[in-house]
């Protein structure tokens, strides 16, 4: 199983990449709510995390067992049996892949702001 690691990438050339890739890891030990998850789920890539990074959980961007696997920062072994399983399971990466694109379709900033003005609302009558 050939592995690129690209290092820095200019934004110019983001799109191709993204398109170019299987799965996206990011094993950060840490970082807030990176914005490489959202452009991945996108388009359709599957999630490879660290637990460190603040973008999981069942509302947010990567949902454990749905589009992403979360493994303990800095398990370097936990890490790579994510990688190769990922690398073995191409039918659990299809699956990742279909979930990521429905997940970043419920995270619309429209159905945030409707969902906002919902609340006031609620708020409003009662």
Do not use: W
């Amino acid at each position: 199983m050939p592995v690129t690691l690209l290092g820095f990438v200019n934004v110019d050339r983001l799109a191709e990449v993204y398109c170019s890739a299987d799965i996206l890891a990011h094993p950060s030990e840490l970082d807030p709510h990176p914005l490489v998850l959202s452009e991945a789920a996108c388009v359709g890539l599957p999630l490879l995390i660290s637990d460190r990074v603040g973008a999981a959980g069942p509302t947010d961007i990567a949902r454990e067992g749905e589009n992403a696997v979360v493994y303990p920062c800095g398990d370097v072994q936990a890490l790579a049996d994510a990688l190769l399983r990922l690398g073995r399971e191409p039918e659990t990466v299809e699956r990742m892949s279909k979930a990521s694109l429905r997940i970043f379709r419920e995270l619309d900033t429209r159905k945030s702001v409707a969902g906002a003005l919902a609340a006031i609302e609620f708020c409003r009558e009662a």
